[in-house]
C-alpha cells in the first residue's frame, strides 16, 4: 500500500535524492522546508497525518520516523504539498503523476525546451513551481542545476559559465538580477511567476535582453497553467458569473488531503473554481484581476488592491508593494499601500506617492496611508504575505 512520506531535509539534492527513492517504491512525498520552524512543522504534520517523517539525526545522518494515525494516500499520489497561499491556514494539496506529468509536458512544448537544455533550480522544492523545475529539466534529459535558496552571485556563475538555459524565477529575484547587472541574455528564457511582475519590471526585463514568459497559476493546477495569457495545452479557462477564473484539465489536483468539504466546495461539474479574478481580453489573452478578496470598498466605490499595487511599483523609490483595506469610519475602507524601498536613501512619502499616481489611477484609489518599509514580509516563493502585511498596519 503506498504511503505519504513528509520529508525535512537540508539540501535540494537531499530532497530530490528521497523523492526518486519514494517514487520507486510507489510512495508519496510531503515536501518541507528544511528551515521551517518546529511549530509550524508539528501543525503541518497533524493537519495532513503522513505515515512518516524523513529528516537529519544530529550527526546528519537522516532518519525515518513513523507518525501516528496517518491518512491512506491514492495509489497514484505524487506529492501533497502544503500551502496556505497569502492567507489562511494550511491546506494539502493532492497532486498525481498524471497530473504532473500533463503539467510538465504542456509547459515544455509551450516554451520549446530543447534535449539536452538544463534548467536552474533555486526556488524551494516545498513548493510545486519547484518541483517543476527538475520535472522539466528530466523532460528533456537533463539533471537540474541545484541551488540551496537563492543567491545571486551563485545565479550569476551558473549563468555566465553557460551551464544552464533555462530559469524559474518569482520577481523579487529577477528584480535583484537585474540590479546586479548580470547579463540575462545568455539564457535561453525565464519563467517567471509567483507573484504579479508589473510592467516596470518587465521592460527592464526585455531591455536587459532577457527573453520571459509569464507564468500564472496556483499548486492547485500543478503551478503555471497560463503562460503569457494563453492557456497551455489540455488546459481550459473560463471567467465564471461572479468573476473568478475557472480551470478545467489534466493539470488539476485531485483534492485537499482529509478535507473533501473544501474539496467539494472548489470543484462544479469538474471545473476549479479559484480564489483569483479574471476577464478574457479582446485578444483572447487572459488577464488576471487579483484575488476576489482583494477588492477594497471605499466611499462605496471597488478598488483592485492588484490594480493599485502595479501602479504603486512605478514609482522610482518602491522596490515592491503590497496594497489592502484598512477600516475608515468615513470612507468605510481607506486603501494603504505598504511599501518596501529601493534603499534606505530612498525618499518616499504619501503625498509624493499620490501625485506620482494621479495620472493613474482614479481619485477613490489613491492611498490615504503609507507605511514604509525596508523589506515586506515574504514566504518562500516571494509572495508577499497580506496577513502579516496586515498584523504590521495593527502594531502601528
Same mark, same amino acid.
Given at each position: 500500500?503506498?504511503?505519504?512520506?513528509?520529508?525535512?531535509?537540508?539540501?535540494?539534492?537531499?530532497?530530490?535524492?528521497?523523492?526518486?527513492?519514494?517514487?520507486?517504491?510507489?510512495?508519496?512525498?510531503?515536501?518541507?522546508?528544511?528551515?521551517?520552524?518546529?511549530?509550524?512543522?508539528?501543525?503541518?504534520?497533524?493537519?495532513?497525518?503522513?505515515?512518516?517523517?524523513?529528516?537529519?539525526?544530529?550527526?546528519?545522518?537522516?532518519?525515518?520516523?513513523?507518525?501516528?494515525?496517518? #491518512?491512506?494516500? *491514492?495509489?497514484?499520489?505524487?506529492?501533497?504539498?502544503?500551502?496556505?497561499?497569502?492567507?489562511?491556514?494550511?491546506?494539502?494539496?493532492?497532486?498525481?503523476?498524471?497530473?504532473?506529468?500533463?503539467?510538465?509536458?504542456?509547459?515544455?512544448?509551450?516554451?520549446?525546451?530543447?534535449?539536452?537544455?538544463?534548467?536552474?533550480?533555486?526556488?524551494?522544492?516545498?513548493?510545486?513551481?519547484?518541483?517543476?523545475?527538475? #520535472?522539466?529539466?528530466?523532460?528533456?534529459?537533463? *539533471?537540474?542545476?541545484?541551488?540551496?535558496?537563492?543567491?545571486?552571485?551563485?545565479?550569476?556563475?551558473?549563468?555566465?559559465?553557460?551551464?544552464?538555459?533555462?530559469?524559474?524565477?518569482?520577481?523579487?529575484?529577477?528584480?535583484?538580477?537585474?540590479?546586479?547587472?548580470?547579463?540575462?541574455?545568455?539564457?535561453?528564457?525565464?519563467?517567471?511567476?509567483?507573484?504579479?511582475?508589473?510592467?516596470?519590471?518587465?521592460?527592464?526585463?526585455?531591455?536587459?535582453?532577457?527573453?520571459?514568459?509569464?507564468?500564472?497559476?496556483?499548486?492547485?493546477?500543478?503551478?503555471?497553467?497560463?503562460?503569457?495569457?494563453?492557456?497551455?495545452?489540455?488546459?481550459?479557462?473560463?471567467?465564471?458569473?461572479?468573476?473568478?477564473?475557472?480551470?478545467?484539465?489534466?493539470?488539476?489536483?485531485?483534492?485537499?488531503?482529509?478535507?473533501?468539504?473544501?474539496?467539494?466546495?472548489?470543484?462544479?461539474?469538474?471545473?476549479?473554481?479559484?480564489?483569483? #479574478?479574471?476577464?478574457?481580453?479582446?485578444?483572447?489573452?487572459?488577464?488576471? #484581476?487579483?484575488?476576489?478578496?482583494?477588492?477594497?470598498?471605499?466611499?462605496?466605490?471597488?478598488?483592485?488592491?492588484?490594480?493599485?499595487?502595479?501602479?504603486?511599483?512605478?514609482?522610482?523609490?518602491?522596490?515592491?508593494?503590497?496594497?489592502?483595506?484598512?477600516?475608515?469610519?468615513?470612507?468605510?475602507?481607506?486603501?494603504?499601500?505598504?511599501?518596501?524601498?529601493?534603499?534606505?536613501?530612498?525618499?518616499?512619502?504619501?503625498?509624493?506617492?499620490?501625485?506620482?499616481?494621479?495620472?493613474?489611477?482614479?481619485?477613490?484609489?489613491?492611498?490615504?496611508?503609507?507605511?514604509?518599509?525596508? *523589506?515586506?514580509?515574504?514566504?518562500?516563493?516571494?509572495?508577499?504575505?497580506?496577513?502579516?502585511?496586515?498584523?504590521?498596519?495593527?502594531?502601528?
Amino acid at each position: 500500500m503506498a504511503e505519504l512520506v513528509a520529508v525535512r531535509v537540508p539540501t535540494a539534492a537531499d530532497l530530490v535524492a528521497a523523492w526518486d527513492r519514494l517514487a520507486g517504491l510507489g510512495d508519496a512525498i510531503l515536501p518541507l522546508p528544511a528551515d521551517a520552524a518546529d511549530g509550524d512543522v508539528a501543525r503541518t504534520l497533524a493537519t495532513l497525518r503522513p505515515a512518516a517523517l524523513l529528516h537529519p539525526r544530529p550527526d546528519g545522518v537522516l532518519r525515518l520516523s513513523r507518525l501516528p494515525d496517518p #491518512l491512506p494516500v *491514492e495509489a497514484d499520489t505524487a506529492v501533497v504539498v502544503a500551502t496556505s497561499g497569502s492567507t489562511g491556514a494550511p491546506k494539502g494539496v493532492v497532486l498525481s503523476r498524471a497530473a504532473l506529468s500533463a503539467s510538465t509536458a504542456a509547459s515544455v512544448r509551450r516554451l520549446g525546451c530543447r534535449p539536452g537544455e538544463r534548467w536552474l533550480l533555486c526556488l524551494p522544492l516545498s513548493h510545486v513551481a519547484g518541483l517543476q523545475v527538475v #520535472l522539466r529539466s528530466r523532460a528533456v534529459g537533463e *539533471e537540474p542545476v541545484l541551488h540551496d535558496g537563492f543567491d545571486v552571485e551563485a545565479v550569476a556563475r551558473d549563468v555566465e559559465d553557460g551551464s544552464v538555459a533555462w530559469v524559474s524565477l518569482v520577481p523579487t529575484q529577477l528584480t535583484r538580477l537585474l540590479d546586479a547587472g548580470l547579463d540575462l541574455a545568455r539564457l535561453r528564457g525565464i519563467l517567471l511567476g509567483g507573484a504579479p511582475p508589473g510592467g516596470e519590471l518587465l521592460a527592464r526585463a526585455e531591455a536587459a535582453g532577457a527573453s520571459v514568459t509569464v507564468s500564472y497559476g496556483m499548486t492547485e493546477t500543478c503551478g503555471g497553467c497560463v503562460y503569457d495569457g494563453h492557456p497551455l495545452p489540455g488546459v481550459e479557462v473560463a471567467v465564471g458569473g461572479d468573476g473568478r477564473l475557472r480551470f478545467r484539465g489534466d493539470v488539476l489536483f485531485d483534492g485537499y488531503r482529509g478535507r473533501p468539504d473544501l474539496t467539494a466546495a472548489a470543484f462544479d461539474d469538474g471545473w476549479f473554481t479559484s480564489a483569483d #479574478l479574471g476577464r478574457r481580453a479582446d485578444d483572447g489573452r487572459i488577464e488576471v #484581476l487579483g484575488r476576489a478578496d482583494d477588492v477594497i470598498i471605499t466611499g462605496g466605490e471597488n478598488v483592485a488592491a492588484s490594480v493599485v499595487t502595479e501602479a504603486v511599483e512605478t514609482h522610482p523609490a518602491v522596490r515592491a508593494a503590497v496594497v489592502v483595506g484598512r477600516p475608515d469610519p468615513e470612507w468605510g475602507e481607506r486603501v494603504v499601500a505598504v511599501c518596501e524601498r529601493v534603499d534606505r536613501s530612498s525618499r518616499l512619502d504619501l503625498d509624493g506617492l499620490r501625485a506620482h499616481l494621479r495620472d493613474r489611477l482614479p481619485p477613490h484609489a489613491l492611498p490615504r496611508q503609507l507605511l514604509v518599509v525596508d *523589506e515586506l514580509p515574504r514566504n518562500a516563493m516571494g509572495k508577499a504575505l497580506r496577513d502579516a502585511v496586515q498584523d504590521l498596519l495593527d502594531a502601528r
